[in-house]
């Protein structure tokens, strides 16, 4: 459980980029999570409905955009997605395999007004 | 009007732990972080690490639980210097509550610096702390299917220590089999097998550390928290 404080920071990213564009609202907030990144969707809304009171991001839309677990086989090259324990590499049936996504975990954009 | 961000989220965390490194390869300090599920061993694992290197190194520990000092009552009383963190509730320790630690640990004093996290393979692998070391444990009783469960944590480590292998006998723990998971998912990964109990595999864990030490003191390393969040 770390959504509280993964929270916060979304909370102070967004207020410091809608006062730079001298935005009176922040309207949706655009997230980008990677399926391995541990972060609960539900929880991070609710937390952020709870903490943004008072702020002009009270009521903004958090939206999540999930990017799945992909891998690249380090022996052939073939990018694949592991799932379970299927990591070994389709083509080459080597299990040799670099994360190349599914570990992001930033803000894409913000909606203001 | 869309404003675009494109801003890591851990962006605060990470320029505390940056700014965490910074003050331990200043002060020649390497730094372990210690993660596992609750009762792999950690402890243990620290304790008997200490006993066996205490007349070469000079050794100090962080302990982080979410309640308690039990643990750092236990590192006490080997007469180490020890802070507790404790983190109220909250799964993992970060940057911010080493850095305070760290303020309390005396560095001058020290060598190496062992840090115990919060039992949880989850958080703490998405929390740099700013070390230079970072490593898991995975006892036996868990099972040797834990990296496809947790891969975050799995291929973001320095070194994986299956621990308990006393209980080996007694388990379907497939060794070799694990080891190839976690070879096939993370290549810098030294992976050692250990009980601290009967003393079998310990030698090279801490041979390993030692040597990681040497290269560290020698200039050669200081590599960083190479654990990627974005």
Redesign the interface.
């Known amino acids: 459980m770390h959504e509280l404080s993964i929270t916060q920071e979304i909370l102070n990213i967004a207020l410091d980029k809608a006062k730079e564009a001298e935005a009176n609202r922040v309207l949706q907030i655009n997230l980008v999570i990677g399926e391995i990144s541990s972060v609960v969707d539900d929880c991070v809304q609710y937390y952020f409905d709870f903490i943004s009171k008072d702020t002009i991001a009270h009521g903004a839309k958090l939206n999540f955009r999930r990017i799945p677990l992909q891998v690249k086989c380090r022996i052939c090259g073939h990018e694949f997605s592991p799932s379970g324990e299927h990591w070994k590499c389709p083509v080459c049936q080597q299990w040799d395999a670099e994360i190349i996504g599914g570990n992001e975990f930033y803000m894409e954009s913000i909606e203001v007004e | ?13 990470d320029q505390l732990a940056e700014r965490n490194l910074a003050i331990l390869n200043r002060n020649g300090v390497l730094a372990v972080n210690v993660m596992s599920s609750p009762g792999a061993g950690k402890t243990t694992l620290i304790l008997e690490t200490i006993r066996r290197l205490r007349n070469r190194v000079r050794i100090g520990v962080i302990e982080a639980d979410v309640a308690s000092t039990i643990d750092a009552d236990k590192i006490a009383l080997e007469s180490v210097p020890v802070v507790q963190i404790n983190t109220g ?4 320790i ?1 940057a911010n509550m080493v850095s305070n630690a760290l303020e309390r640990i005396p560095l001058k004093d020290i060598q190496l610096l062992l840090i115990e996290n919060v039992g949880n393979l ?2 703490p ?3 740099k702390i700013g070390v230079q070391k970072n490593i898991m444990l995975l006892s036996v009783p868990e099972g040797d ?1 834990k990296p ?1 469960k947790y ?2 944590m799995f ?1 973001t480590v320095d070194a994986v220590i299956v621990s308990k292998i006393d209980y080996l006998p007694l388990s379907d723990f497939n060794l070799d089999q694990f080891r ?2 976690v ?3 993370n ?1 810098k990964a030294r992976i050692f097998s250990l009980s601290a109990r009967t003393g079998e595999g310990f030698e090279a864990w801490v041979s390993w550390l030692e040597s990681v030490l040497k290269d560290f003191s020698g200039g050669k390393g200081s590599g960083g928290d190479q654990r ?3």
Do not use: S, W, Y
């Open positions: 009007m869309k404003i675009t961000v494109l801003q890591n989220i851990m962006n605060a965390n509730g909250q799964c993992h970060d989850i958080c692998a998405d929390f299917d496809f891969p975050l291929t190839q998971t070879e096939g998912m290549r990627k969040t974005d």
